[in-house]
């Protein structure tokens, strides 16, 4: 009898084992759950081991892999095939060096940032969200550099044209503001054009980021 009540509660013990899904996340660790819905964004479940208890939610990005307890697996990918429908190729960036392709044919940089941008953030993993950050704050400098090239410059001149009819004295004050102002500019030329290729491999690295989120 006593054997009897062992085996019994091995076959029970063995059944609860089974009938729960497990979640496994990222870094890897399995949860042990009930999966109540899986959205495009995220996936919804409750505790296996407090079924009344409130709900949960974890980001499709922060999920490796759902096995339910029926034996089925579903892998990163196929959550997101499952709620997005099949990613095309053409929705893919291609990236070949300093170029971006995008369905054949090639885009400017530019584009392919604006493309990005229209993602809903959320759905996003830390990292692409990291790299656009990054490219948007190298355009912001990109475009105060190109503001400050001609401010400098015409400030030169003015300036110099302040002192050019005075004494020797002024005319070589003069010369430095020109020469100041003319230096300014051509520096800040540089540095812009140093923020946007900075800018353009940050957008870089967003796209590719951007195909393996979609993937």
Do not use: W
């Not at 302040?162 to 230096?183: C, M, W």
């Not at 500019?185 to 980021?209: E, M």
Request: aromatic fraction near 10%; glycine fraction near 4%; charge should be positive.
């Amino acid at each position: 009898m006593s054997r009897l009540s062992d085996v019994s509660f091995f076959l029970f013990f063995s059944f609860c084992v089974n009938a729960q899904d497990t979640i496994f996340v990222v870094p890897s660790q399995a949860l042990l759950v009930r999966v109540l819905e899986i959205s495009s964004n995220e996936v919804t479940y409750k505790n296996f081991y407090n079924p009344d208890g409130i709900l949960r939610k974890l980001r499709n990005d922060q999920i490796e892999k759902i096995v339910y307890e029926n034996g089925k697996t579903e892998s990163r990918f196929q959550i997101k095939e499952k709620t997005m429908g099949a990613i095309k190729q053409s929705q893919l960036f291609v990236v070949e060096g300093k170029h971006i392709a995008l369905n054949n044919v090639d885009i400017t940089h530019k584009e392919a940032f604006k493309i990005m941008l229209k993602k809903d953030p959320a759905t996003n993993s830390e990292d692409l969200n990291g790299a656009l950050v990054d490219a948007d704050s190298k355009k912001n400098g990109q475009i105060a550099f190109n503001i400050l090239a001609p401010v400098s410059a015409v400030g030169g001149v003015y300036f110099a044209r302040q002192h050019r009819y005075n004494d020797p004295t002024e005319k070589l004050k003069a010369k430095v503001y020109f020469i100041s102002g003319l230096s300014v500019c051509v520096l800040s030329i540089i540095t812009a054009q140093i923020y946007k290729s900075i800018k353009n491999q940050h957008i870089r690295q967003a796209a590719l980021l951007y195909n393996a989120d979609l993937l």
